[in-house]
């Protein structure tokens, strides 16, 4: 995109040495005391651009000539030549550094006027391919061309401006500007003039228009008040194929773990089932042990009192006269030897009772035996079971810890996922709405204000997102979110709007806005002036210099700049455009080296400041 670089500022005078500075295609540093001319420098530049006044200040005495060169987007060079109280500027095709004496090639006058195609604001708008943009000047839909000013406050930034309550989108924070400027911000952020006022429409259609309008508008502003984070649409998406890769990641291991505690579930349920068997085993073999033995224990009674039996018959046989103990027969009815043979019979009779309850008892302890060998194996085998299954109770537990872990894990990535999705569906719908109201004003609806998503909101995110990087590139400080807030016109860092913080903060966030801007768009390709001007961006975070320095002799050439100072030198001097950086205190050492830098000492060391030293 075309864009504009600033070569010199000259100050020129009959008799009288010039005052000069040569500004450098990138970084340019300016700095030194006060009162030694560093600020009318800046005041200079929008003068010499089609700025009203100037005020001269005494040094500047007999200098007639004001010289600002310029290389324009095609690379050939212009001077402009003005006077410190005139109107008129002078044009020449050519690099001039000197009093000038010369007739200019055109002459053009420094105020735009809409109806004159002969102002300078026209003619280097023209070089930049700006000439036919239109911006919207009011609520009601009207245009006008867009002018210089509308650009050189978002480029050029004096020192009251930069710690001024206005806010740095606006030019003058006057009502009646303010649909211009803000317009101005729409087109160098999206790089769309206003269109063209129609007025085809009857009274009516415009009504029903501007009602569409009104709806689609609180229809994004009640869609925009649900949304939960300021990234835009690219960044979200970036954010959910990250999350989708984590979630990914994490469930193949909850998945391992799962299957896992699955299979050690399994196996518990099993040993335990084992156990059961065992239990109800043990049961039975316990009971028949104990009906066996209590039969075991009656064999060997019965065949206890067989024995007895048997012996005792023999005795009472042959030692008892009388009634015969065995059958009971009188003594007159038995036969002789009677006795000896009923103590026969009935040892006869024991006998085989014993040797067939010895034959049941022999049956009997085998089977006790292998119950008894059953049972202790039983016993053993129960106890390995009780401990396998407090074996399988531990890897369940620690099993259970990690699934609970990852499940954590993966269900903040789920819940992750859900916030996101539903911000790319919430920005899909406001970019529909935006869609829809741009549609409306392009068929000839009368544009009205928005008080909010003027601009599309993934355009103003991603410009919000430039910076925030360059405020975290400053390391400024208590600034965890910056973003620009349509409502007011104003930046807001911190949660806090820009007019409610100190100067200091108030001028670093406005260097931050118009570097940021400026990056947003050379970085995209869209129009700007190239080049940036900050008057005291970072002064107010210089250190303090010791009470008892008097004399500038006496301090020592060291750094005594903050964090923030050096980190914004450290960024400038890898600024896409021209910089130009006035300051009071010191630039970083590697500034020194690598930028052109202009050092006002105040003093007769050096160069004393802007305008050479009369003693020169």
């Not at 079971?385 to 890897?395: F, L, R």
């Amino acid at each position: 995109m075309s864009e504009l670089q600033l070569t010199h500022l000259t100050y020129c005078g009959a008799n009288l040495p010039p005052a000069q500075i040569i500004f450098g295609p990138e970084l340019t540093v300016i700095y030194g005391t006060s009162n030694t001319g560093k600020s009318l420098i800046v005041k200079s530049i929008e003068y010499m651009l089609g700025g009203a006044d100037l005020a001269m200040v005494p040094e500047g005495a007999g200098y007639t000539q004001i010289l600002l060169g310029l290389l324009m987007p095609d690379g050939s060079p212009l001077t402009l030549l003005r006077a410190p109280d005139s109107n008129s500027i002078f044009l020449y095709h050519a690099d001039l550094r000197a009093f000038v004496t010369d007739t200019p090639d055109a002459s053009v006058t420094a105020v735009h006027n809409a109806r004159s195609r002969n102002s300078l604001s026209i003619h280097l708008l023209r070089a930049l391919g700006l000439d036919e943009i239109l911006i919207r000047k009011n609520e009601s839909g009207g245009t006008r061309p867009l002018a210089l000013s509308d650009l050189l406050h978002l480029s050029l930034v004096t020192e009251n401006r930069m710690v001024g309550d206005v806010p740095p989108v606006l030019r003058t924070g006057t009502a009646t500007t303010r649909t211009a400027e803000l317009s101005v911000m729409r087109f160098l952020l999206t790089g769309e003039g206003d269109p063209a006022a129609d007025t085809g429409l009857n009274a009516g259609q415009r009504r029903v228009h501007k009602g569409q309008i009104q709806l689609l508008d609180q229809l994004v502003l009640d869609l925009s008040s649900k949304l939960r984070t300021q990234e835009n649409e690219r960044q979200l998406r970036d954010r959910l194929i990250r999350i989708r890769t984590a979630l990914d990641e994490q469930s193949a291991p909850l998945r391992q773990v799962n299957e896992s505690h699955r299979e050690a579930v399994d196996a518990r349920m099993e040993t335990a089932r084992e156990l059961a068997a065992l239990d109800e085993r043990l049961t039975e073999v316990s009971d028949l042990l104990g009906r066996f033995k209590l039969l075991e224990a009656q064999y060997r009674s019965d065949l206890e009192r067989l024995a007895m039996v048997n012996e005792a018959g023999s005795i009472l046989g042959y030692f008892k006269v009388g009634t015969c103990p065995f059958c009971g027969a009188e003594r007159e009815h038995q036969r002789p030897n009677h006795g000896v043979e009923e103590t026969t019979q009935l040892h006869t009779a024991v006998e085989v009772e014993a040797a067939k309850t010895t034959a049941l008892l022999a049956d009997l302890l085998p089977t006790i035996a292998h119950l008894d060998g059953e049972h202790t194996a039983l016993i053993s085998r129960r106890v390995e079971a009780q401990s396998d299954i407090g074996v399988w109770d531990q890897i369940i537990a620690d099993l259970e810890g990690g699934i609970a872990a990852l499940r954590s894990d993966v269900e903040e990535l789920v819940e992750e996922r859900s916030v996101v999705e539903r911000e790319l569906e919430l920005q899909a719908r406001i970019a529909e709405l935006d869609d829809k109201r741009s549609r409306l004003v392009g068929e000839g609806a009368v544009a009205t204000a928005r008080p909010t998503q003027h601009i599309p909101t993934a355009t103003v995110g991603d410009f919000d997102s430039i910076l925030q990087q360059t405020l975290n590139a400053w390391q400024v400080p208590a600034v965890d979110h910056a973003e620009y807030d349509q409502y007011y016109a104003e930046i807001r860092a911190g949660g806090r709007k820009r007019i409610e913080c100190g100067q200091g903060m108030r001028a670093v966030l406005h260097s931050a806005f118009t570097t940021a801007l400026a990056r947003f768009c050379m970085n995209r390709d869209l129009h700007h002036l190239g080049f940036v001007v900050l008057d005291s961006p970072v002064v107010t975070y210089r250190d303090p210099e010791p009470d008892d320095i008097d004399d500038i002799d006496d301090i020592d050439d060291v750094e005594l700049t903050s964090t923030v100072v050096d980190r914004f030198y450290k960024d400038m001097l890898s600024f896409p455009g021209q910089a130009i950086i006035v300051e009071n205190g010191d630039p970083p050492t590697k500034v020194l080296s690598e930028a052109v830098t202009y050092h006002f000492t105040g003093t007769a060391i050096g160069r004393a400041g802007f305008f050479p030293s009369p003693m020169h």
